[in-house]
């Protein structure tokens, strides 16, 4: 189930390429985790063109996982009713949207916009597809982000290690989201060697529906 973020458009993907202080240049980095992250997102957020029920959710969704949805008179973002339609198009075109806006707002972080790789982004935005960009703050994940900026810990493996944990909906854990979580982790592949950390510098709960919604 997907939450909403607003459309923050980047250009083509770009090869990968380390920056000459041995981090990630973050602006390639981010296009190719979004390359990787909107097949993966697509094929397990099977598409639904009319509103159904998630019991797991307790919301009605629409699309590949949208609990929430633009407005056609008003424009403005609401919440997906019982009536509601998508065709694939468009609710493709919001997938992109959702994970554009987390790409933006993880791009302005240091941390983790240069010292972690496009595999490992590409598995976060998909939890953060589930559980909203705020995954990425201190206030919803302070271990991870304490982790994180520590200097000499081991980023990718450091991330590879949380992705299992987003597996809840209510404190509830929900097999569909373990074999998600599972499938990502297999899609990146062994889990990643420690490397050192890239120096500083450079450019800068699963809830089960959409609670940060664009204006």
Do not use: C
């Not at 065709?87 to 919001?94: I, M, Q, V």
């Not at 935005?125 to 919803?140: K, L, P, R």
């Not at 810990?153 to 209510?170: E, K, L, Q």
């Not at 989201?177 to 699963?206: F, I, S, Y």
């Amino acid at each position: 189930r997907a939450n909403s973020g607003a459309n923050t458009v980047m250009s083509a993907v770009s090869p990968v390429r380390r920056d000459d202080k041995g981090g990630w240049s973050p602006y390639d980095n981010a296009e190719a985790a979004i390359a990787k992250a909107l097949p993966f997102i697509k094929e397990h957020e099977k598409f639904v063109g009319k509103a159904y029920w998630d019991k797991e959710g307790g919301r009605w969704t629409v699309g590949h996982g949208h609990t929430r949805i633009r407005d056609a008179k008003t424009g403005k973002m609401r919440n997906v009713t019982g009536t509601d339609t998508m065709d694939e198009k468009t609710s493709s075109a919001l997938v992109e949207s959702i994970v554009r806006h987390t790409a933006a707002q993880i791009y302005r972080n240091q941390v983790w916009s240069r010292n972690v790789g496009p595999d490992a982004l590409a598995a976060m935005y998909d939890v953060a597809y589930n559980a909203g960009s705020s995954i990425f703050d201190e206030e919803h994940s302070p271990n991870l982000n304490s982790e994180m900026e520590s200097a000499d810990m081991d980023f990718d493996s450091i991330v590879w290690d949380a992705i299992p944990s987003y597996r809840t909906v209510g404190g509830k854990v929900i097999k569909g989201l373990v074999n998600r979580r599972n499938d990502a982790l297999e899609l990146w592949g062994p889990k990643p060697e420690q490397v050192a950390p890239a120096t500083a510098g450079g450019n800068g709960d699963t809830n089960g529906g959409s609670d940060a919604g664009a204006s």
